[in-house]
């Protein structure tokens, strides 16, 4: 911070110099002007001294040839006064024309002196040292900027990250969003069950529907003969077979739900012990959390 006032401390300086410079640059510009102007005045006024003198020299030859008019006398001292009035008019605009060029030759001399003096050197020297240190410590700024950036990427990132007690209650959320999705899928598979055993009822109703009528188209032409009987006969030892067999799967498939029945009362016994004993030991906590309450106030009393 010091380093960057001094910085400014010289610039200003020399941003008044050279602006001091720039200013008597101009007011030397504006003298030359004035200056020329006066110089064009000076030889207004030059021809019209030639003027006047050419008029008295006539004046003086027509006062020979008049011998002493009056009247011409007092016009000649008229233009005598005019004259002596421009030559004095004219020395004052040349001492003033000198006094002012003399003056800016003097500041301008002075002003040289000075921008070729050690002073303006050692000042350049400070001036390029500061600029250097100007030039790291904006390299400095920057870089910390981009750190400062990287910092509040890292905060940011550190505030998306949950605490301990949104944590919890996420862990809360997702065990009751479990239970729901396995109540719902329980659900889900009871459904299918059921669709899939009343399927199954459908399809026996209408073989038993097919069975029935065809046993009655049979039954009159089995039992005009001893062929068509037997042949009833025989289909309905296919029916009886299919009909075993149908009952054994379903016999197997009755074994095996009882089995899966037995293995969840298994694991719902399982279950219900392990929640007794954490239900005791949360209770023991729970106990001991108490005490150590009452512990920590006779301890802080």
């Known amino acids: 911070m010091v380093i960057q006032t001094q910085v400014k401390s010289v610039l200003n300086e020399i941003e008044e110099e050279e602006q001091r410079v720039q200013q008597l640059e101009e007011e030397l510009n504006n003298v030359q002007k004035s200056t020329e102007m006066l110089r064009a005045s000076l030889n207004e006024q030059i021809q019209k001294k030639a003027t006047i003198e050419n008029g008295m020299q006539r004046l003086r030859e027509n006062i020979n040839e008049e011998n002493g ?91 998306d990250q949950p605490s301990p007690s949104e944590l919890i209650q996420y862990e809360r959320r997702f065990s009751e969003l479990y239970v729901q999705i396995q109540e719902k899928h329980q659900q889900t598979r009871q459904y299918y069950a059921t669709y899939n055993a009343l399927l199954e009822i459908k399809e026996l109703v209408q073989k038993e529907t097919s069975l029935l009528n065809s046993i009655s188209s049979q039954f009159q032409d089995a039992m005009t003969s001893t062929a068509g009987r037997a042949k009833l006969i025989g289909s309905m030892e296919a029916v009886l077979k299919g009909t075993q067999q149908k009952l054994g799967k379903v016999q197997l498939g009755l074994q095996e739900e009882q089995r899966k029945c037995d293995v969840f009362k298994e694991e719902n016994a399982a279950s219900v012990v392990e929640q007794r004993r954490c239900s005791s030991i949360l209770k023991a906590f729970q106990g001991e959390c108490t005490k150590n309450e009452k512990l920590r106030r006779q301890t802080s009393a």
């Open 69 to 159: 008019n009056i009247d011409v006398v007092q016009r000649v001292k008229v233009l005598l006064e005019s004259v002596e009035a421009l030559e004095k008019q004219e020395g004052e605009l040349r001492t003033s024309c000198e006094q002012k060029r003399s003056n800016l030759q003097a500041e301008v001399n002075e002003l040289e002196r000075i921008s070729n003096s050690e002073e303006i050197n050692s000042h350049s020297g400070d001036l390029q040292s500061f600029r250097g240190l100007g030039e790291n410590w904006q390299s400095a700024k920057t870089e910390l900027a981009a750190k400062l950036r990287a910092v509040l990427s890292l905060k940011r990132r550190l505030d």
